[in-house]
C-alpha cells in the first residue's frame, strides 16, 4: 500500500520521527492527544498549497475536510498510529497525534470556536 498511498505534501519519514518524539513527551504527562504539525492557517486555499492538495473538485470547506478525512485515514494507516487533522485554539489547522487509539478508524473535523 505505500507504493500506491497518495499523502500529499506530507513526509512519511517525518511523520514517524515526529511521532517518535510525540510518544516520548507524553510518557508520564498523561497527555493523551499531542499537535504533530501545525500550519499556522485556516484558509482553504493556503491549506491546498501547503498539503499540495491539488486534485479537490472545488475548494470548499466540506470538500477539504473530506480529503483531509481520507488523508488522516491513509496516513494513519502507514504509520499505525491514530493520527487526525483539527483546528488548534487560535484557528489554525494542525496534524494531532491520539495516543488513546491504536489504529485509525474514522476521524471527526471539528472547527475550533
Known amino acids: 500500500m505505500e507504493d500506491n498511498a497518495k499523502i ?3 513526509c512519511l519519514y517525518r511523520l514517524k520521527y515526529q511521532i517518535e518524539l510525540a ?3 507524553a510518557d508520564g504527562c498523561g497527555q493523551k492527544q499531542l499537535i504533530l504539525e ?3 492557517t485556516s484558509e482553504i486555499d493556503d491549506i491546498v498549497d501547503i498539503l499540495e492538495i491539488y486534485d479537490l473538485q472545488e475548494c470548499s470547506q466540506a470538500e477539504l475536510e473530506a480529503k483531509l478525512e481520507e488523508l488522516a485515514y491513509t496516513v494513519s494507516i502507514l504509520t499505525r498510529q491514530s493520527l487526525f ?3 488548534t485554539e ?13 489504529t485509525a478508524r474514522s476521524f ?5 470556536a
Open 8 to 10: 500529499y505534501g506530507l
Open 90 to 102: 487560535q484557528g489554525h489547522l494542525g496534524l494531532f497525534i491520539d495516543l488513546d487509539r491504536a
Open 38 to 40: 501545525c500550519y499556522n
Open 85 to 87: 487533522f483539527d483546528y
Open 23 to 25: 510518544i516520548r513527551r
Open 108 to 112: 471527526q473535523l471539528s472547527k475550533a
